[in-house]
Structures are given as C-alpha cells and as structure tokens.
C-alpha cells in the first residue's frame, strides 16, 4: 500500500483532477439551479402554501428568495450568489490552464499513453 507523499507530484495532481471535478459538478448545480429558477417560475399566486410541510431550503433558495421587508437585502444575496459563480467559474478556467500546461503529469497520473 503506497503512503501519501506531498512530495509525489502524481498524488498531488491526482487529488488536484478530484477536487476540480467536485467544485465543477457544484458549479453546474448553482448555474442549471439558476437558469430553472429564473426561467421557470413557479405561481406561488395560484397555489396556497401547505404550511404542515418542513422542507429543507436549498442554497439556490437561501440566496434567490425575494426578502419582503428588504429589496437591498435580495439584491446584495444575489449579487454575492452572481459572484460566487463567478469566482468559481474563474478558478476552474484556471486549473484547465494548469492542466494543458502540465499534460504530460496529468497522462502519467491517468495512465494515458
């Protein structure tokens, strides 16, 4: 059985390939969540809310949910949700830089011949 070694550029790049593809699935989550919020809304007019039922709020909510007493506060929860997106996005174009500059690491860790 192999030891973690920080020194192993091939383990290092190896748990690098694994938390880019954790952090892209999370931001394909936040952006197809978006995109069905905005273009799908919901008529909360036609529908009476069922108060027995307790859901769990997911983050898409927690950030787009209009505050009835604060239009600032609804528009900074989305600027700072617009703006997590964005720093992500950035982060991933720049780890796929990272990759292309180093393939030749990245096809010994995939065993790419």
Do not use: G, H
């Amino acid at each position: 059985m192999n030891r973690f070694n920080l020194n192993n550029i091939e383990q290092i790049i190896t748990l690098y390939l694994i938390f880019n593809f954790i952090i892209a699935i999370c931001l394909l989550y936040l952006i197809l969540s978006v995109i069905f919020r905005i273009v799908f809304k919901k008529n909360n007019n036609s529908k009476k809310p069922n108060n027995n039922k307790k859901r769990k709020k997911d983050i898409i909510e927690l950030f787009w949910k209009e505050d009835k007493k604060s239009k600032s506060k609804t528009i900074i929860k989305r600027i700072f949700l617009f703006a997590l997106i964005l720093i992500t996005s950035i982060y991933l174009f720049n780890s796929i830089c990272f990759i292309i500059n180093n393939i030749e690491v990245i096809k010994r860790v995939l065993r790419i011949e």
